[in-house]
């Protein structure tokens, strides 16, 4: 079947979903995302993804183009023409459509709204899970404020470029004092010798993951010892375990970094357990 797109109000085939474009988002990145997952075609932690989205846009300055509920039903619309079961949905909202000139247009203009929604292989997702992957690391240059969840993902790319050109799978993004921030699409973490789950504070230096808020209440159902502290590169080569959190990978076993095994390699048993109680706590609407 057609994929099916929202767009500024309208329900529309992909071939016909169109932005204009002189869209801010298009030239500017002014703009901010969602992206959900989506299983047995219900939205996960929809209302955590929505405060998110707000946040972000309070603090980019753009007016709210309807209310938190009505984006609810655009996006489990999306869902059900696109007859996702299992899959994710992804909305964006930016300033809008203005002749270029850096600062906001006057008068205040619509913002655009977009939501689309595609399907995942999950089978293909566990493997990956169950093998575990290969990050590299990477000098983190991103702007200040990476806890917006912001369009402009050029750094993001690159990075996550440069590690599939290095047969990885995705990057972290180190500081100027050696500490890991986090991952290119996901938040970092280790477990550390000491046996304790280890990951960055949500300060402004990351993003506040969805996955990674759900997860603090797993780690802290499964009587583990949880320390949120930054962690240097070095401590992460020489870490039990390591993995990565998001919407989309839930809990991803990290195998090996800067090609330096992790453990003994495999998967380990708390990112392992962790991963299959994951969805116990989240919120499936």
């Known amino acids: 079947m057609s994929r ?10 992909f071939g016909d979903a ?4 002189e869209d801010r988002g298009y030239q500017f990145a002014d703009g ?3 992206v959900c997952e989506v299983r047995e075609g219900r939205l996960v932690d929809a209302p955590r993804h929505f405060a998110r989205l707000m946040r972000s846009l309070v603090e980019v300055r753009i007016r709210p183009p309807m ?3 009505a984006l609810g039903v655009v996006l489990r619309e999306v869902v059900a023409k696109n007859r996702i079961g299992y899959g994710i949905a992804y909305v964006q909202i930016t300033r809008g459509m203005a ?3 850096h600062a906001f247009p006057i008068p205040e203009v619509v913002p655009s709204v977009v939501v689309t929604a595609r399907v995942l292989n999950k089978a293909r997702r566990e493997a990956l899970a169950a093998n575990g992957i290969g990050v590299i690391s990477v ?4 702007w200040g404020r990476v806890d917006i969840k912001t369009i402009g993902l050029l750094p993001n790319v690159l990075a996550r470029q440069a590690a599939v050109e290095q047969g990885a799978r995705d990057a972290w993004f180190v500081d100027k004092d050696g500490q890991v921030t986090e991952g290119a699409s996901a938040n970092a973490w280790i477990v550390a010798a000491s046996g304790s789950v280890v ?4 300060d402004h230096a990351i993003l506040r993951g969805v996955a990674r808020t759900v997860l603090l209440d797993v780690i802290k159902a499964q009587g583990l010892l949880l320390e949120e502290r930054p962690f240097t590169l070095q401590e992460a080569y020489a870490a039990r375990e390591a993995f990565v959190t998001s919407a989309t990978q839930i809990v991803l076993p990290v195998v090996s970094i800067d090609g330096r095994t992790i453990g003994d390699g495999k998967p380990g048993p708390i990112a392992t ?4 109680e994951f969805h116990r706590y989240a919120e499936v609407g």
């Open 199 to 202: 990951t960055r504070p949500a």
């Open 32 to 34: 901010v995302y969602e």
């Open 99 to 101: 002749r270029r000139d």
């Open 4 to 13: 099916i797109a929202y767009v500024n109000g309208r329900y529309l085939p």
């Open 67 to 69: 209310s938190l509920a």
């Open 18 to 21: 169109k932005i204009h474009i």
């Open 273 to 276: 357990a962790l991963r299959r």
């Open 139 to 142: 000098a983190d240059n991103r």
